[in-house]
């Protein structure tokens, strides 16, 4: 993760995530962590993704992330590095991604730091009360 902001500074680490899933259309790209550590069912609930540049419901502020044009399974991979490979400038305005202490600067503090170890700290994810099932029938809450 690369950050670039003057709360945190010019950091960057190799950090655990969530599990997530990721959504490229022609609304929009968007990202949700999932709290299991197994392959996602139609039952899983979906979390805000706990990340900066995101506004609710998972949506991702592309900014200068280099992204695919197309949006077809050959794309994924192109995708995904768009996303972890542009530096997190800011939290996007909008509902809680992160539940964490100190709040959200704080939290990728500690993530940077290596405070959690290997694991993603999984209590810190904020439930949507929303599942892959709705999210894949295009429903919107």
Known sequence: MFFDCP???????IVPHPGLVFR?????????ALKEDSRPTPAS???????????????ICIGSAHVPKRIDVS???GWESGF???AFTH?????KRVSY????????????DGTFGEQFPKTSLV???????????????
């Not at 609930?45 to 949506?59: A, I, K, M």
């Open 75 to 77: 794309s994924i991979a």
């Open 101 to 112: 202490p100190k709040g959200e600067f704080a939290f990728w503090k500690a993530m940077l």
């Open 127 to 141: 439930s949507m009360k929303f599942n892959l099932a709705a999210l894949i029938a295009g429903k919107e809450r």
């Open 45 to 59: 609930t979906l979390h805000e993704p706990p990340y900066f540049n995101t506004w609710d419901f998972g949506r």
């Open 84 to 86: 972890f490979e542009s």
């Open 7 to 13: 709360e945190i500074g010019k950091r960057s680490a």
């Open 24 to 32: 490229a259309a022609s609304s929009g790209f968007s990202v949700f």
């Open 91 to 95: 939290p996007n305005h909008g509902g």
